[in-house]
């Protein structure tokens, strides 16, 4: 694992209401380039953000989009944030609601740990992702539409959903794969911070089932599993997004955009 990568201290951004905000700039691409740092941002649910946060995030970044992955439920039972409060424009595209995100988050064995949770994890993700090629389409028109400025990506920890789309969107942009491994495993130094946050709030994703602890961490074997498995399954992202109804010119505007 590349330690640079994975201690991550330049991507960081460190606020005063939030705990798991990093830029996605400066990955390596399989062409030899980096990624662009003014292009996505991932982050836990910014209903905590502060007035001085939300200042931060839109004159210091750039920030002009939120994408708000969580479920219509979610949302209802949130506050508005100091972000959303500041005028950037929210675009909410649910890859789950909350009574699919129960039945598909449910273990046989909750218990579970190590490679066995992992991989329990991955195919968690893989189960959610099979039917979001629809809504991954449209999370990728919006994108190449906001050419300008990042685009702040986020569900409740900043840890599943937006593990996944960010996963899949890193991919079709021709980054490293262990570069976006190493990305998903930077959430598991915040899960600590970003669980005790989850815990004040009524507007948790989840039920009170029984559940691995996996679901606080973020091993790379399930971002590894899920990623080798998802290509087995759909041939890769990129077939996988075409099959969508997306255009190969959509792919290319996308590569160039986010590592041009």
């Known amino acids: 694992m590349n330690t640079s990568t994975v201690t991550g201290t330049k991507r960081w951004i460190y606020l005063e209401g939030l705990a798991n905000v990093r830029t996605l700039g400066g990955l390596p691409t399989t062409d030899g380039g980096f990624t662009r740092p003014d292009v996505l941002i991932r982050s836990d649910d910014p209903i905590d953000c502060t007035v001085d946060d939300a200042r931060r995030l839109i004159g210091e970044f750039g920030v002009s989009l939120v994408l708000d992955l969580r479920s219509d439920e979610e949302r209802l039972d949130a506050a508005s944030s100091a972000l959303a409060a500041a005028g950037t424009e929210h675009l909410c595209v649910p890859l789950l609601e909350r009574a699919a995100m129960n039945q598909v988050f449910r273990c046989d064995a909750p218990h579970a740990n190590g490679d066995e949770a992992a991989r329990w994890m991955a195919e968690t993700y893989l189960r959610f992702a099979a039917p979001a090629g629809p809504n991954f389409l449209r999370i990728l028109t919006r994108l190449l539409a906001n050419d300008e400025a990042p685009t702040l990506v986020h569900c409740a920890a900043g840890k599943d959903r937006t593990g996944v789309v960010v996963a899949l969107l890193l991919t079709l942009g021709g980054v490293e794969r262990e570069a976006i491994?190493?990305?998903?495993?930077?959430?598991?130094?915040?899960?600590?911070?970003?669980?005790?946050?989850?815990?004040?709030?009524?507007?948790?994703?989840?039920?009170?089932?029984?559940?691995?602890a996996v679901?606080?961490?973020?091993?790379p074997l399930t971002m590894r599993h899920f990623l080798t498995e998802f290509d087995?399954?759909?041939?890769?992202?990129?077939?996988?997004?075409?099959?969508?109804?997306?255009?190969?010119?959509?792919?290319?505007?996308w590569r160039d955009r986010i590592a041009g």
């Open 232 to 253: 087995r399954r759909w041939g890769s992202v990129a077939r996988w997004t075409l099959a969508a109804g997306a255009t190969g010119e959509q792919l290319d505007r």
């Open 215 to 219: 679901l606080l961490e973020a091993p």
């Open 181 to 212: 491994i190493d990305d998903y495993a930077l959430t598991g130094l915040r899960m600590a911070a970003v669980a005790a946050a989850l815990e004040k709030r009524a507007n948790a994703p989840l039920d009170d089932g029984l559940r691995p």
